[in-house]
């Protein structure tokens, strides 16, 4: 059982698209260092564009790299309680919200893995965090760039 207060709330499906991208990643590895060997032989190095710009590359992917492995060695996965009619938000819920009066519906995603495109919300977004154990019929005021909105839960499901 993890201990460490910070740990990241993923779904099976949020940790499979992180175990995933790591997989890319990693293989993507390989073929920077094979594009550094081959730009390498451009000659002078500090004015050869291309091997500066692998390098940039393997830099951005190793600190992705980093980043995807932190998640998963910190990472409790979640499962999607279907079945309790009592029960709160949490992530892998699929929920209808008000916000100021308009409804919408969203499936809360753990830590990292939300899609805006597919109507996700992040677990760690200001009103993931207000709306996380909170119950059908809860209304609560979240701080936004614009001034506070005022988003009430109207289903679990």
């Keep these: 059982m993890k201990t460490n207060k910070n740990f990241i709330h993923l779904t099976p499906d949020g940790k499979k698209r992180i175990q995933n991208e790591l997989k890319q990643r990693l293989k993507l590895r390989k073929e920077i260092a094979k594009k550094i060997e081959q730009t390498a ?3 002078d190095r500090s004015e050869n564009a ?3 710009s692998a390098l940039e590359e393997r830099d951005l992917n190793e600190a ?5 492995e932190n998640i998963l060695e910190n990472c409790i996965v979640v499962r999607e309680d279907k079945g309790n009619k009592d029960r709160v938000v949490s992530v892998g819920d699929r929920i209808v919200l008000s916000i100021n009066g308009r409804k919408a519906e969203y499936k809360i995603s753990g830590t ?4 805006p495109t597919k109507n996700e919300l992040s677990i760690d977004s200001p009103i993931g965090r207000a ?3 909170k119950r059908v019929g809860d209304t609560v005021s979240v701080e936004a ?3 506070k909105i005022k988003v009430k ?3 679990i499901f």
Excluded: N, Q, V
């Design 41 to 43: 032989s451009f000659g």
């Design 50 to 52: 291309s091997y500066s």
């Design 64 to 68: 992705r790299i980093a980043e995807l």
């Design 112 to 115: 990292g893995t939300a899609d």
């Design 131 to 133: 709306i996380h154990g």
């Design 145 to 147: 760039p614009l001034g």
């Design 153 to 155: 839960i109207e289903k």
